[in-house]
C-alpha cells in the first residue's frame, strides 16, 4: 500500500490526512490542538493516535505540510498608487497565501514605520513605479525602511530600473532581500507570479523555523507552503481538470472560520452582458480574499457589525437578543450551539459572513452617462454564471443544512449591480480535505482531482 501522511498545521488545530494513493481513498482523517508553544510534534503525534493503525504500523511513502501555524504567514506591502501597485503588492501576497496586516501607499513614514514594528510581519513585500515610471518613492522607501529597529525578509517587485538600487540600499539594514519582477511593469497590467513564488520561497526557506516548524521537518518531508495557497492550488485543480480528467469548470470557494472568511474563485470574470465596459485593474483567474472581522467567533462582534440590520431581519430578532447572544460567542471562543435558539443564531452569523464575504469578492456594477446615453461599466469579476460554489469551515461542515449557510453567496435583486453567482451546484468539503489534495496535487495532480471529485459532497 501506498500510504501517504497529510498534514495541516492550523492556527488553532493541526488536521491530518492519510490517503491510500493506489486505491485513491482516504483512510483516516483527525485533529488536535497545535503545540506551537511547545512542541509542533506533540499535536501532530496527538492527531496520528486517533486513527487506528494497520497491522506492521503506517508506512508512509510521502509526508507533506502545509501551515497557517503561528498567525500563519503575516505580510505588509507598499506600493506608490493606492489603487494601482499597492494594490497589485496586496494581490501577490493574498495570491501566495499570505494573511495582510497593513497595505501602505506612497512615501512611507515615521508612523508607518511605527505600524511595521507593531505589527511584526514575516516578509515585507516593496513596490513601486511601474517599469520606466516612477523611480523615486522606490528607493525612497528602501531608506525608510532602514530606519527599521528590526531586520525583516523584504521582496522588492517594483520598477525594474530601481529594484536593484533600492535592494542594495535595503540589504544595508536587512539580511534576506530578494528581487522578483514588477508585479505591475505597465500601467493597468498585473505581473505577481514572481513575487508570490519569491514569498513562498522566503516561507520555506526562513519563516518555517522562525515559527518552530522546523522540528516537524525532521519527521514531515517538508512543509510546502502556506494553507490557503494550498487551498488556492486545490481549487485551481478542481476548476481546470489535469490531463483527460475534466475539472468542475469555474467554480467559488468558501472557507467560513472563527477569525476570518477566505474567498476563492477560479474564474475569469469577464462581463456576461453585452454593452459593459470593463475598468479598473485586471483580476487573477485565481483570486483570493481574506476578511478578517468576518469570522464565527473571534471576530464575531465585528461580523454583526458589519451585517447591519440584515442579521436582525434574517433571524427576526431584536438588538437586544442579538447581543445577548454576541457576548456568549465574545466570552467563549469554543462555543458550540447547544438548542435550537443557538444554532438559528450560529445560521444567521455564517449566513451574513458568507454573504458580505462574498459581496466584498465579486464585482459590481456601476452606471456612467456619456453623452450617447447610459452605459454599464463593471469592476471585478462578473460571477453571475458561475456553475459551482464549495462550501467549507466549521459552521458548514457541523450544520444539519449547510445550503442554508451557503445561499448567501447567491445574487440578491436587492442589490442587482453586486454581481454574485445567479444559479449555482453547492458542495460540501464534508472531510475538510481541500488544503491536503492542494497538497498531494505537487505528487500525484491526477489522483488528487479524483479523490476531490469523489470526496466532495454534492448538496
Not at 512542541?39 to 496520528?48: P, R, T, V, Y
Not at 501551515?67 to 503588492?89: C, N, P, Q, Y
Not at 516593496?126 to 521582496?155: F, H, Q, W, Y
Amino acid at each position: 500500500m501506498q500510504h501517504v501522511l497529510l498534514i495541516d498545521f492550523g492556527s488553532t488545530y493541526t488536521k491530518i490526512t492519510i490517503v491510500d494513493l493506489e486505491r485513491e481513498e482516504i483512510l483516516g482523517t483527525a485533529q488536535a490542538g497545535t503545540t506551537i508553544g511547545s512542541n509542533i510534534m506533540e499535536g501532530l503525534n496527538k492527531a496520528l493516535a486517533q486513527i487506528p493503525e494497520p497491522e506492521g504500523g503506517w508506512r508512509f511513502v510521502r509526508k507533506l505540510a502545509c501551515s497557517s501555524a503561528a498567525g500563519g504567514l503575516k505580510m505588509i506591502a507598499s506600493g506608490l498608487v493606492k489603487e494601482l501597485t499597492a494594490e497589485a503588492a496586496r494581490r501577490a501576497a493574498l495570491g501566495a497565501g499570505a494573511r495582510i496586516l497593513q497595505v501602505f501607499s506612497y512615501e512611507l513614514t515615521a508612523q508607518d514605520l511605527e505600524k511595521i514594528v507593531a505589527a511584526q510581519p514575516d516578509i515585507l513585500l516593496l513596490a513601486g513605479g511601474t517599469d520606466g515610471g516612477n523611480k523615486e518613492i522606490l528607493l525612497k522607501n528602501a531608506e525608510r525602511l532602514c530606519d527599521l529597529p528590526m531586520s525583516l525578509p523584504i521582496v522588492v517587485a517594483g520598477n525594474k530600473a530601481a529594484s536593484p538600487q533600492a535592494a542594495e540600499i535595503l540589504k544595508r539594514r536587512h539580511a534576506l532581500v530578494v528581487i522578483a519582477d514588477n508585479v505591475m511593469p505597465e500601467l493597468n497590467v498585473l505581473d505577481v507570479d514572481s513575487a508570490r513564488q519569491a514569498i513562498r520561497d522566503l516561507f520555506l526557506s526562513n519563516i518555517i523555523q522562525a515559527k518552530g516548524l522546523d522540528k516537524a521537518e525532521e519527521f514531515v518531508e517538508r512543509v510546502l507552503m502556506p494553507t490557503p495557497a494550498a487551498v488556492l492550488s486545490a481549487a485551481e485543480l478542481l476548476a481546470q481538470g489535469f490531463d483527460e480528467e475534466e475539472g468542475l469548470g469555474e467554480l467559488l470557494i468558501v472557507d467560513v472560520g472563527g477569525a476570518t472568511t477566505d474567498v476563492h474563485s477560479i474564474a475569469v470574470g469577464d462581463p456576461c452582458k453585452p454593452g459593459v465596459m470593463l475598468k479598473g485593474l485586471p483580476e487573477p483567474y485565481a483570486k483570493r480574499t481574506v476578511e478578517g472581522d468576518l469570522g464565527m467567533r473571534y471576530s464575531a462582534e465585528a461580523l454583526v457589525e458589519a451585517s447591519g440590520r440584515r442579521l436582525k431581519q434574517y433571524l427576526g430578532w431584536s438588538s437586544e437578543e442579538v447581543n445577548l447572544q454576541l457576548e456568549v460567542c465574545k466570552r467563549e471562543p469554543w462555543w458550540v450551539p447547544k438548542n435550537e435558539r443557538e444554532i438559528q443564531f450560529d445560521t444567521g452569523l455564517g449566513r451574513m459572513a458568507v454573504e458580505l464575504a462574498v459581496k466584498r469578492h465579486v464585482g459590481t456594477l456601476e452606471v456612467v452617462y456619456t453623452p450617447f446615453g447610459a452605459t454599464y461599466v463593471q469592476y471585478g469579476k462578473d460571477l453571475t454564471q458561475l456553475p459551482v460554489i464549495i462550501g467549507t469551515g466549521g459552521v458548514l461542515l457541523h450544520h444539519s443544512q449547510p445550503e442554508e449557510i451557503l445561499r448567501g453567496a447567491l445574487f440578491d435583486s436587492a442589490e442587482p449591480t453586486i454581481l454574485k453567482p445567479q444559479q449555482s451546484d453547492f458542495y460540501l468539503d464534508q472531510e475538510y480535505i481541500l488544503a491536503a489534495m492542494g497538497l498531494l496535487r505537487e505528487i500525484a495532480p491526477l489522483k488528487a482531482l479524483r479523490m476531490l471529485k469523489k470526496y466532495l459532497l454534492k448538496l
